[in-house]
């Protein structure tokens, strides 16, 4: 099938087609009472817990570029980077809802495969998409998503409570995806294992969940625009400074090879950005507990820092021993 055939298909399927063959490929969930073909969907969360509500905005050529990633995958990574705001929060990922604005030239099948990308992704999380809006873009690919989730309000975690003396962890690597995204800005193609990370991240549910059920957090972020840049979010809404040791960030082997290769961008690793790990303050107390929760789940959870008085700022002790301070900005769109 040619692509002028497959463009036809779209155009002959209209917008109510579409939306029966995304709602075809959604499971029941005994949580939605009405989902996906009526007016509005309704849901069910448990009794006495918070509703929990975050919004992304993927634009492409902003967010994403199409010839760098598949569309399975762009579909996979549109759910995973708003399930990721529900993980930290430490809450259960409940319902999705999809907004697309498509552009002309993309054909059905590729619609198909963002779709089947965006539920494999929900239902990993167990998650249930449950409505959302289907338009044609004149221009680029417009995704907006917004998630649902649940959590007791004792266990909610903001990026509010950090304490002095609080001791800063993050779980998994840190810098794979930016390493993999400078690669294929410069036209290069990145190691396997950081390209997976970059187009493919894991929202950490199961971690946040476990961290806020067992009180062992006093804030938490997660990590989307870098290192400093999320823990500058928590130190100023806790009136914090924050030392850091470079020593101890956790790099994956793949990104410990290619600095290797490209020491230059060692700074890029450093600040990272898109990782979608959890980054949380807690208690020195709580250290031991946090190492058996890493043990038990198989999630590397590393101490990376330390609360300090707001006076000290935010500093790191680099690679050589020298403390320096660290400016907090990560992306800003509109800089
Ligand atoms: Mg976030």
Avoid at 20 to 35: H, K, L, P, W
Avoid at 100 to 109: E, R, S
Avoid at 178 to 203: D, F, N
């Amino acid at each position: 099938m040619n692509s002028e055939e497959t463009n036809n298909n779209l155009s002959q399927l209209g917008e109510f087609g579409l939306i029966d063959r995304i709602r075809n490929q959604v499971s029941d969930s005994d949580s939605v009472a009405v989902g996906i073909g009526d007016d509005c969907a309704a849901t069910i969360i448990p009794a006495g817990e918070l509703l929990l509500t975050s919004k992304d905005l993927l634009i492409e050529d902003v967010h994403f570029r199409r010839d760098w990633t598949d569309m399975y995958h762009l579909g996979r990574k549109s759910a995973a980077v708003n399930l990721s705001d529900i993980a930290a929060m430490g809450g259960k990922a409940t319902h999705l809802f999809l907004g697309v604005g498509l552009p002309k030239t993309l054909t059905a099948t590729e619609i198909d495969q963002f779709t089947s990308g965006f539920i494999d992704e929900a239902n990993a999380a167990g998650a249930t998409l449950c409505g959302g809006d289907t338009c044609r873009s004149n221009g680029s690919l417009l995704i907006s998503v917004t998630v649902h989730g649940s959590i007791s309000p004792e266990h909610l975690l903001c990026r509010d409570g950090a304490k002095q003396g609080d001791l800063i962890y993050v779980s998994g690597t840190i810098g794979d995806s930016a390493l993999a995204l400078a690669q294929l800005q410069r036209g290069e193609t990145p190691a396997a294992y950081l390209g997976q990370r970059h187009h493919s991240p894991t929202p950490r549910l199961e971690l946040g969940q476990a961290i806020a059920k067992n009180n062992l957090a006093t804030a938490m972020i997660d990590v989307s625009d870098g290192i400093f840049s999320d823990l500058g979010h928590i130190l100023d809404q806790s009136q914090l400074g924050a030392q850091l040791i470079q020593n101890q960030f956790p790099l994956s082997d793949a990104a410990r090879q290619h600095l290797k290769n490209n020491p230059q961008d060692a700074e890029t690793a450093l600040r990272g950005g898109e990782d979608y790990e959890l980054l949380f303050c807690a208690p020195a107390l709580n250290n031991d507990k946090i190492n058996q929760l890493a043990t038990e789940l198989g999630v590397p959870l590393t101490q990376i820092g330390s609360c300090v008085p707001a006076s000290q700022g935010l500093t790191l002790v680099d690679a050589a021993g020298q403390q320096r301070p660290i400016q907090s900005t990560g992306f800003n769109h509109f800089r």
